[in-house]
């Protein structure tokens, strides 16, 4: 019986399309110059949970419910959404397409992924099993202590497997890049090593496609860019506001806030006020009228709870944030290959 032709969904985390043009990624350049290419545009916030989910579900991430990278929720005042979590609350709102997948009978497993570890549709608050929810038939918990050779023999091994317990669609995740890009920049001997490393990767899982007979349809994506960043970019928010009106939810190339309990004044009047960050982008929200200002290209048009926790009040706000000197923080125009 001819094998089917398996379609694997590769994340490289933090991949700009810059990198391509590096001549350091022999394989990835040529798949990108041998098959089909585009460009695509990250969802707001350009984070790696809300886009990596964009990318499963094929909603922005005010339809799909992953805002950001950690979240709360009015529902559940006790707690934080973070990147560990795999409560089916906070991921029911979109399924994504290995969940579609497995609806249909088409088996699939999912070497990292972020929701991948979800029991999607389940009830049961996210600790030990949870007995309803579905989940690719084959899937692993996300180790960065899982290298990228042990991430790619487990494809192939799966893809080993007897016709009847072999996925018929394969998610691949690999972090080095953005790791590098964080660490020291989109520019210099860290990056370039990374780019070598994922590229060989790439190319050890098509020579093991090919040892294996086993034809296969690449998607290669990534979730976000990575730009350049210095000291002279930073924004100390407590330098603009008194520490004691607000509460960072999360911060980075992206900052919410809320009002703290307590704070009397409005804290986004403030941040207004001040000129000297031409780069940071204030919101608000203004619950009167249920409107969120924030340019279109953004569509935030859908005002989820979860946006709006974070910017609901006139005294809450989001902001562009640089980090410290030396860390890069995520740009738009990653390119889907
Ligand atoms: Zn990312």
Sequence with gaps: MPMLRSP??????????????????????????????????????????????????????????ITANRMEDKTRPDEAFTMATVDPYWWNEAKPVWVEAEEAGIRSAAMFWPGSAVAWGGTAEGYGSVPDGTMASDWQAFSMQVTNTQRVNSVLDWLRRPADIRPEFVTLYFDTIDSAGHGGGPVGEEIDEALRDVDSHIADLLAGLERLGQPANLVLVSDHGMAPTGSDKMIVL??????????????????????????????????????????????????????????????????????????????????????????????????LS
């Design 8 to 65: 694997i969904l590769v994340s490289i985390d933090g991949f700009h399309p810059d990198y391509l043009e590096r001549g350091l990624t022999p394989t990835l350049s040529r798949l990108a110059s041998e098959g089909a290419r585009a460009a695509m545009r990250p969802s707001f916030p350009t984070k790696t949970f809300p886009n990596h989910w964009t990318l499963v579900t094929g909603l922005v991430p005010d339809h799909h419910g």
């Design 238 to 335: 407590d330098e603009i506001v008194d520490a004691s009106l607000y509460r960072a939810v999360e911060s980075g190339a992206y900052a919410r806030s809320t009002r703290s309990g307590s704070a009397a004044r409005p804290c986004a009047h403030e941040m207004l006020a001040q000129r000297r960050y031409p780069r940071a982008l204030p919101i608000w929200h203004a619950p009167a009228h249920s409107a969120l200002f924030l340019p279109a290209r953004y569509r935030l048009d859908h005002h989820h709870p979860r946006f709006r926790r974070g910017v609901e009040r006139r005294q809450s706000w989001l902001r562009s944030v640089c980090p410290r000197n030396g860390i890069s923080v995520h740009r738009p125009r990653p390119r």
